[in-house]
T-cell receptor, first 118, second 115 residues
Framework: GAVVSQHPSWVICKSGTSVKIECRSLDFQATTMFWYRQFPKQSLMLMAT?????????EQGVEKDKFLINHASLTLSTLTVTSAHPEDSSFYIC??????????????FGPGTRLTVL | AQTVTQSQPEMSVQEAETVTLSCTYD???????LFWYKQPPSRQMILVIR??????QNATENRFSVNFQKAAKSFSLKISDSQLGDTAMYFC????????????FGKGTKLSVKP
């Protein structure tokens, strides 16, 4: 069964509104989760690292005030796209590592959330 | 900076045939890890195979095998006896460890398996 879930799977919103996307680790606790963005026919680009109990770490070029990340518990991270615009339309995927080592620990990906901003 | 390049945007193969997907990477690290991920139409990323750079032996997982050429910085994926369910986007990925966020993906190759 699924190890990482995301909700919603697809959301359509009007320009200017905010949208919250949840990522849940179902089988294990995760102090760190990762958010990716994937444009059509493009690769996954890391947006930010979500840290439980502390501020998220954003990649260069990602607006932290626009993409708010909250890691409220060891099994839940949320990504809020604030004041969404059509250019924010994309596929958002979260990743969770079963351990602290990316090199050896299994990485699990959520099924993704498709955001469409009208 | 580390980069991963997949030079084949799209490929197709007949069912039961063999296909090879190419991947090259650039890094100054000596110890690192390489992965192939599959993203079917459902968009769920699935790990296909992994390779540790310090291992000379090429990794294999059932019908999937890699040809790892460290000196050439090449990491190709061979799919034998292709099945319709292999139709998907395939991403080559690289990490040298360290920060957990350090997982770099190529742009992907769209593989279509034709009946």
């Amino acid at each position: 069964g699924a190890v990482v879930s995301q909700h919603p799977s697809w959301v359509i919103c009007k320009s200017g509104t905010s949208v919250k996307i949840e990522c849940r680790s179902l089988d294990f606790q995760a102090t760190t989760m990762f958010w990716y963005r994937q444009f059509p026919k493009q690769s996954l680009m890391l947006m930010a690292t979500s840290n439980e109990g502390s501020k998220a770490t954003y990649e260069q070029g990602v607006e932290k005030d626009k993409f708010l990340i909250n890691h409220a518990s060891l099994t839940l991270s949320t990504l809020t796209v604030t004041s969404a615009h059509p250019e924010d339309s994309s596929f958002y995927i979260c990743r969770v590592g079963q351990g602290a080592l990316i090199s050896t620990d299994t990485q699990y990906f959520g099924p993704g959330t498709r955001l469409t901003v009208l | 900076a580390q980069t991963v390049t997949q030079s084949q945007p799209e490929m197709s193969v007949q069912e039961a045939e063999t296909v090879t997907l190419s991947c090259t990477y650039d890094t100054s690290e000596n110890n690192y890890y390489l992965f192939w991920y599959k993203q079917p139409p459902s968009r769920q990323m699935i790990l296909v195979i992994r390779q540790e750079a310090y291992k000379q032996q090429n990794a294999t997982e059932n019908r999937f095998s890699v040809n790892f050429q460290k000196a050439a910085k090449s990491f190709s994926l061979k799919i034998s006896d292709s099945q319709l369910g292999d139709t998907a986007m395939y991403f080559c990925a690289f990490t040298y460890g360290g920060s957990q966020g350090n997982l770099i993906f190529g742009k992907g190759t769209k593989l279509s398996v034709k009946p």
